[in-house]
Nanobody, 125 residues
Framework: QVQLVESGGGLVQAGDSLRLSCAASGIVLGGYPVGWFRQAPGKGREFVGAINWSGRNTNYADSVKGRFTISRVNAGNTALLQMDSLKPEDTAVYYC??????????????????WGQGTQVTVSS
């Protein structure tokens, strides 16, 4: 079965940290960009950030820049989203997605082909 699986979500307080993981099953993640998106209740899916195939280049939304860090481990087959200084407005379901095009770190939804089911992150004030 082809899928991406996110893990690491949970309930935390404002100012805390969480680390999300994205692992692939049935497809290769290494060698492709990986993007992270989130969707809060009643809102559209929002770009959080992305990392290129080598892990050397990243792109972040302004709302998370300086607080969130994306990295790759396991020869690029697992992507991590380290979230620090969390705020209540970070509450959302977080999704990872595999990018279609090398070095494309855009926020364009259609530039990603495989998506995970999401993991809930809730930040209380």
């Amino acid at each position: 079965q082809v899928q991406l699986v996110e893990s690491g979500g949970g309930l935390v307080q404002a100012g805390d940290s969480l680390r999300l993981s994205c692992a692939a099953s049935g497809i290769v993640l290494g060698g492709y960009p990986v993007g992270w998106f989130r969707q809060a209740p009643g809102k559209g899916r929002e770009f959080v950030g992305a990392i290129n195939w080598s892990g050397r280049n990243t792109n972040y939304a302004d709302s998370v820049k300086g607080r969130f860090t994306i990295s790759r481990v396991n020869a690029g087959n697992t992507a991590l989203l380290q979230m620090d200084s969390l705020k209540p407005e970070d509450t959302a379901v977080y999704y990872c997605a595999r990018g279609k095009y090398n070095n494309d770190l855009s926020a364009t939804y259609d530039n990603y082909d495989y998506w995970g089911q999401g993991t809930q992150v809730t930040v209380s004030s």
